[in-house]
């Protein structure tokens, strides 16, 4: 784990996917055999993602290629984008990821059945899932037995007009997260806003983090149920060494479960929450007039 308490996180822009698919096509004719065709259907009306851009090029070549090694005899790549909700049964199993919008890239390879096809790349996979965590998201690779190969990458979908609503901040915020992709994904989306991050593994890595900064802290955003010392604790330990802090708590759980635990001082937010809603609130608690009141 990397905590960072120097420079500001780096934050990856918000794009439009359509656009890198767009221009990833001269770079992924050249990549395909001359019997692969290569088709494009683009949702128009999507909601950009929060990556960069260069990644997500290589996301969509790393998958080409693996489905060219897979076409000796060509066939066909369609690329598809979608806008789709993802329950939370189907996230279950993929540690970080909460239910909710996401922005769908689908790259479909059919090919003629033949038991000379070559078995997909391993590298090239392990590299398409790696750029889609990175930016937050997944990798969901599905066989169609006589027809080919289905790689569906999902990434959290951003509201354009409620991300341009949202007022840019300058204030160091400290965050605290067990889950290892659900913290990358909020450290990305606060220093996207303007924050200086701080970050913290759990409750006893957060005092650490704490002692250790020598500057100002404005805002606590932790987690309510972590090993060890719980958000509701850590809050309370934290405003003892800084009393300024304001906090913010995040659970899966609603308000009232938190119980007196978190005191008067202290904000909430219910999981699972859109990346544009968490920064609305971060501001809304950052400007709160009293200190010891909470944003509603």
């Known amino acids: 784990m990397n905590t960072q308490s120097g420079p500001r996180a780096t934050a990856a822009p918000v794009i439009s996917l359509n656009a890198v698919v767009r221009q990833v096509g001269p770079s992924l004719t050249r990549l395909v055999e001359p019997g692969i065709a290569i088709e494009r259907k683009l949702y128009e009306s999507l909601d950009p993602i929060s990556a960069d851009p260069a990644a997500i090029e290589r996301l969509i070549l790393a998958i080409a ?6 076409m000796p005899k060509g066939g066909t790549i369609t690329i598809e984008t979608d806008t789709v909700f993802l329950d939370s049964e189907t996230v279950s199993q993929w540690k970080g990821m909460e239910p909710g919008a996401y922005t769908m890239l689908l790259i479909r390879d059919t090919r003629p059945a033949r038991r000379d096809s070559k078995p997909a790349v391993v590298a090239d996979l392990d590299e398409a899932r790696a750029i889609a965590e990175q930016a937050g998201g997944r990798v969901d690779i599905e066989m169609v037995p006589g027809t080919g190969r289905v790689c569906r990458a999902y990434f959290p979908a951003v509201d354009p007009s409620e991300l341009a609503a949202t007022e840019k901040g300058h204030e160091t915020v400290l965050l605290v997260d067990d889950t290892d992709a659900l913290r990358v994904m909020i450290q990305r989306v606060l220093a996207g806003f303007g924050y200086t991050v701080l970050v913290a593994r759990d409750g006893a890595d957060a005092l650490t983090v704490s002692e250790r900064h020598t500057g100002q802290i404005d805002l606590l955003v932790s987690d309510v ?72």
């Open 65 to 70: 290629r693996s489905a060219r090694e897979a």
């Open 225 to 296: 149920v972590m090993p060890g010392i719980g958000g509701p604790e850590l809050a309370v330990r934290l405003r003892m060494r800084r009393p300024t802090l304001r906090v913010l708590l995040m659970s899966g759980y609603d308000e009232h479960s938190l119980g007196a635990g978190g005191a008067g001082y202290a904000s909430f937010i219910a999981k699972p929450f859109r990346p544009e809603t968490l920064a609305q609130k971060v501001r809304a608690v950052l400007d709160a007039p009293e200190m010891n009141r909470p944003v509603s």
